[in-house]
């Protein structure tokens, strides 16, 4: 049997897998919940990034009474720092959801199509980055690349 591609979730309870940066990602994730606009469904969702220099940047999901114009945290920070048009590449990417409506997952898992645009900035700055999701049901799920959670997402290379 052939492996094709290297998957690994890796699960902890607690912070000490994590360099003090990552502390400071997931603390910010967590923060960013704040600025969530989500008066549609009460699910809070904090996002954010660190970059090769330390710096990080933040995302939440913004909604819209015409529901699908809203946009989750993980794009809004995403295209935050797109629009940066900084050459520092993304590290890692830090999630986490508050709600008193909704059971949090145990497994926070970004949805399929905020997957879909971490795997573009993968390949534009061709290197994967660390994810970690929590929750306080689930703790920290981390894995080293977006691979992990999206193993085959839409590519389209010109000949
Ligand atoms: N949401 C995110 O912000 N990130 C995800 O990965 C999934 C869902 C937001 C969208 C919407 O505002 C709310 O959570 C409920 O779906």
Redesign the pocket.
Known sequence: MKQIKNSILNHTKNLSPFTELEKSLILEAEKATANAY?PF?N?F?GAAILLQNGEIITGS?Q?NASYPN?L???RVALNTYGNMRTEEKIVAMAITAKSKDFKIPEILS??GA?LQVMAEYVKRQNSDFRIIVFSEVGGYYYAEGVSTFLPFGFNLNRK
């Open positions: 989500a469904s699910f969702v999901n909604e809203g989750c945290a993980e970004p949805c905020c």
